[in-house]
């Protein structure tokens, strides 16, 4: 029950005063009086201001906080919560225009032109309105529906530009989770069997791998062991050049050319990487192609498939980022998706690699590749 009533508080004395749930009434013998709440989250016991008794009345008091424990129970931080009352938080539409004004100056001409585009096309009309803060999966589901089976490549493109809004949002202060990840594929329909990028499921890939790894590494195959241990682009690894390899650091510095995105991007090369690597016979040049084809020009795009056709297998090469994707998602559920993303070198807004900080986001990526290298290659 309360225990503080309106002349209680006018009059109360230096002191800490119980109203019960949680609340407290501070007073200070200077006689200023301010309104605490005190509410577990997450097994830590906080304190939470809520502001002065001038400012709030009691039951203002109260109302404030019945529902800084309701976002408690609900799992979310109610200290940001609290604060989030001082953010102006925007709707999708506008934190989509906000995105591209920070971000697109560091984007490939072709993305920066498709985001808005696609997003007014596809997302607009269904979370146009939408305060990002309020926008789930389900939301989510509900844009992707009607393209999810019928245009795969539009529908990934526009799951990914949502994704990069969301997690904009989020570094911005306006929601205070990331982009829904795998829950949003729950609920939608299979796509049809022989779609774009058909990849093979992530449990069958190292058994697969364990059987091309015995035979003649030939440039192509070694170039497809290499994108499925990496969960590269099968055009980074046809260009991938031995001077972008970093032994000491085990880092694969790739340039803004051969990277689809037109961004220069580093990756971490797993210790079953680098072994791989260690198995090519390396030319005097360093400029030389890791993967060289006739005449020691670039592999053709079609390459790194003919071995997969030769082992009778119906999948792409490039599937295995999707393998990769699937497997990050149920086997290292605690490497937050941006992270995941960012591996595959994705869009990620820079702003929410600062949120981890840069080493730490960096070492989390690195966790993920090689605990990745490590199941293909059957280390783990």
Same mark, same amino acid.
């Given at each position: 029950?309360?225990?503080?009533?309106? $002349?209680?508080? %006018?009059?109360?004395?230096?002191?800490?005063?119980?109203?019960?749930?949680?609340?407290?009434?501070?007073?200070?013998?200077?006689?200023?009086?301010?309104?605490? !709440?005190?509410?577990?989250?997450?097994?830590?016991?906080?304190?939470?201001?809520?502001?002065?008794?001038?400012?709030?009345?009691?039951?203002?008091?109260?109302?404030?906080?019945?529902?800084?424990?309701?976002?408690?129970?609900?799992?979310?931080? #109610?200290?940001?919560?609290?604060?989030?009352?001082?953010?102006?938080?925007?709707?999708?539409?506008?934190?989509?225009?906000?995105?591209?004004?920070?971000?697109?100056?560091?984007?490939?001409?072709?993305?920066?032109?498709?985001?808005?585009?696609?997003?007014?096309?596809?997302?607009? #009309?269904? !979370?146009?309105?939408?305060?990002?803060?309020?926008?789930?999966?389900?939301?989510?589901?509900?844009?992707?529906?009607?393209?999810?089976?019928?245009?795969?490549?539009?529908?990934? %493109?526009?799951?990914?530009?949502?994704?990069?809004?969301?997690?904009?949002?989020?570094?911005?202060?306006?929601?205070?989770?990331?982009?829904?990840?795998?829950?949003?594929?729950?609920?939608?329909?299979?796509?049809?069997?022989?779609?774009?990028?058909?990849?093979?499921?992530?449990?069958?890939?190292?058994?697969?791998?364990?059987?091309?790894?015995?035979?003649? !590494?030939?440039?192509?195959?070694?170039?497809?062991?290499?994108?499925?241990?990496?969960?590269?682009?099968?055009?980074? =690894?046809?260009?991938?050049?031995?001077?972008?390899?970093?032994?000491?650091?085990?880092?694969?510095?790739? #340039?803004?050319?051969?990277?689809?995105?037109?961004?220069?991007? =580093?990756?971490?090369?797993?210790?079953?990487? !680098?072994?791989?690597?260690?198995?090519?016979?390396?030319?005097?040049?360093? %400029?030389?192609?890791?993967?060289?084809?006739?005449?020691? %020009?670039? $592999?053709?795009?079609?390459?790194?498939?003919?071995?997969?056709?030769?082992?009778?297998? #119906?999948?792409?090469?490039?599937?295995?980022?999707?393998?990769?994707?699937?497997?990050?998602?149920?086997?290292?559920?605690?490497?937050?998706?941006?992270?995941?993303?960012?591996?595959?070198?994705?869009?990620?807004?820079?702003?929410?690699?600062?949120?981890?900080?840069?080493?730490?986001?960096?070492?989390?990526?690195?966790? $993920?590749?090689?605990?990745?290298?490590?199941?293909?290659?059957?280390?783990?």
């Amino acid at each position: 029950m309360p225990q503080l009533s309106a $002349l209680s508080v %006018k009059n109360a004395q230096p002191g800490r005063h119980c109203d019960g749930q949680g609340l407290y009434l501070l007073v200070k013998p200077s006689g200023s009086r301010s309104w605490v !709440l005190r509410v577990q989250f997450k097994g830590r016991r906080r304190d939470i201001g809520l502001g002065s008794s001038a400012a709030l009345s009691l039951s203002e008091a109260r109302e404030k906080a019945r529902e800084l424990r309701r976002h408690a129970l609900n799992g979310r931080d #109610p200290a940001a919560e609290r604060d989030r009352k001082f953010v102006v938080v925007p709707d999708f539409r506008e934190a989509s225009r906000q995105t591209h004004e920070a971000l697109s100056s560091g984007w490939a001409a072709r993305t920066a032109a498709a985001f808005l585009s696609s997003l007014q096309e596809h997302a607009w #009309p269904v !979370l146009g309105s939408k305060r990002v803060d309020h926008i789930e999966a389900s939301h989510l589901q509900d844009v992707l529906r009607p393209i999810w089976t019928t245009k795969p490549a539009m529908a990934r %493109k526009v799951r990914q530009f949502m994704a990069t809004v969301l997690n904009f949002s989020k570094s911005r202060g306006w929601r205070t989770n990331e982009a829904p990840g795998k829950a949003v594929t729950i609920g939608l329909p299979k796509r049809p069997k022989g779609g774009h990028f058909k990849a093979m499921p992530y449990a069958e890939v190292p058994g697969y791998f364990a059987q091309a790894r015995v035979q003649t !590494l030939t440039s192509s195959r070694g170039a497809l062991l290499f994108q499925m241990l990496t969960a590269a682009r099968p055009g980074e =690894v046809r260009h991938a050049r031995w001077e972008q390899i970093d032994f000491d650091k085990g880092e694969w510095h790739r #340039p803004a050319d051969i990277m689809k995105n037109d961004v220069a991007h =580093v990756v971490a090369l797993s210790p079953a990487a !680098l072994a791989l690597l260690d198995q090519l016979e390396r030319p005097k040049a360093d %400029k030389a192609l890791i993967f060289p084809g006739l005449g020691g %020009k670039a $592999l053709s795009d079609m390459s790194l498939n003919k071995v997969l056709r030769a082992a009778k297998l #119906p999948y792409h090469a490039h599937g295995f980022r999707s393998s990769f994707r699937d497997w990050a998602a149920e086997k290292m559920p605690h490497i937050p998706d941006p992270v995941a993303e960012a591996a595959l070198a994705h869009l990620v807004a820079d702003e929410v690699i600062r949120a981890y900080k840069r080493t730490r986001f960096a070492v989390m990526q690195r966790e $993920l590749l090689e605990g990745w290298a490590d199941f293909v290659a059957g280390d783990g």
